[in-house]
């Protein structure tokens, strides 16, 4: 079923237009060549009304993405972090997953890019549990997959590019039409990357690994939470070139991400993680990482944005 609705408003370049009137012409440069820049993050029901999570880091990312490739926002970082306020607020969502998009526009037809206008556009809808509501207690089944992620100096890893999710939808299809919820690409020296839409940690002996940004991973957003409860918890935290097979013999492992918040991995290429059990430090840190997405917890890091007209209407 679709999750969206047609009475739904789209922010697009600065005015609410509705759901349905949100096209795009077939010539759009990023139909051909794949030229746009996304986020995903959530905005959660917490204790003292609606918040969005972290929205002033993604939105940090989003700039420098298209930084990266040289896509000029005509917007400040100030005025698009209060359009993705409004946009969550006139659609009156308690609870949304929200998808800011940049990406070139209709003009000409032609790799090169500079002749098309970059376009901004801001989505809400509801969006479940991203790998399954049983996955957080559970765990999903993985496969390490046959594609790597991409190689240093080809596509900049650092860059959320909708281009780079043609390598995510190969690990994905890959992994699903095999059975397993999801898959874990290396990269093309053979170290553990992450998976087609979430970062991956690996704990053993009570000290957590993740691969580092020069292994070719996003830099995500959950994944600095994950560190930063980590050290909260006296967690040692090790940014480390993983070999694949210390995920076969890890006491844990664990995925991070905003859609996939932090889910346990229950086995990898059929061998067990923790006997198929969810380990205490994924639990411990999930717990912790709830109760700040609830507002359970004092907002130490400023990571929750309320919205109070949502709140008091
Ligand atoms: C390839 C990839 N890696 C990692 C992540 C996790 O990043 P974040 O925690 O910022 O959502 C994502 C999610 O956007 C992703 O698509």
């Known amino acids: 079923m679709s999750p969206f609705n047609e009475n739904f408003k789209v922010w697009r370049n600065g005015k609410f237009i509705p759901w349905g009137e949100a096209n795009l012409?077939?010539?759009?440069?990023?139909?051909?060549?794949?030229?746009?820049?996304?986020?995903?993050f959530?905005?959660?029901?917490?204790?003292?009304?609606?918040?969005?999570?972290?929205?002033?880091?993604h939105i940090k990312r989003l700039y420098n993405s298209c930084k990266i490739y040289r896509m000029e926002i005509p917007y400040s970082q100030e005025q698009f972090n209060q359009a993705v306020i409004d946009t969550v607020e006139i659609n009156?969502?308690?609870?949304?997953?929200?998808?800011?998009?940049?990406?070139?526009?209709y003009g000409t037809l032609g790799v090169d890019p500079f002749p098309n206008p970059v376009e901004c556009a801001i989505l809400v809808w509801e969006w479940g549990k991203y790998l399954g509501e049983d996955a957080l207690v559970n765990g999903v089944d993985v496969r390490i997959s046959s594609w790597n992620r991409m190689a240093p100096?080809?596509?900049?890893?650092?860059?959320k590019a909708g281009a780079n999710y043609m390598n995510s939808q190969l690990i994905k299809m890959e992994a699903k039409l095999e059975g397993y919820k999801e898959g874990i690409a290396l990269n093309v020296d053979g170290y553990v990357c992450e998976g087609s839409g979430e970062n991956v940690f690996v704990v053993q002996d009570?000290?957590?690994?993740t691969p580092p940004l020069s292994s070719m991973i996003l830099p995500g957003i959950t994944r600095d939470c994950v560190m930063k409860l980590a050290n909260e918890n006296d967690f040692p935290v090790i940014e480390r070139v993983i070999p694949r097979e210390m995920l076969y013999i890890a006491d844990e492992v664990?995925?991070?991400?905003?859609a996939a918040e932090i889910t346990p991995v229950r086995s990898i290429d059929k061998i067990e993680v923790n006997k198929g059990k969810r380990g205490a430090i994924t639990q411990k840190l999930q717990d912790?990482?709830?109760?700040?997405?609830?507002?359970?917890?004092?907002?130490?890091?400023?990571?929750l944005t309320y919205l109070y007209s949502l709140n008091n209407s």
Request: hydrophobic share 40%.
């Open 25 to 40: 012409h077939i010539a759009s440069h990023v139909v051909h060549y794949g030229s746009s820049i996304f986020e995903g």
């Open 42 to 57: 959530r905005a959660y029901g917490t204790t003292k009304g609606t918040a969005i999570f972290r929205m002033q880091a």
């Open 92 to 105: 009156s969502l308690n609870e949304c997953y929200v998808r800011p998009i940049v990406f070139r526009g």
């Open 153 to 159: 100096n080809t596509f900049p890893a650092l860059a």
């Open 206 to 209: 009570g000290v957590i690994y």
């Open 254 to 258: 664990f995925f991070s991400g905003s």
């Open 288 to 303: 912790d990482f709830f109760a700040y997405i609830r507002g359970e917890r004092a907002d130490t890091y400023n990571w």
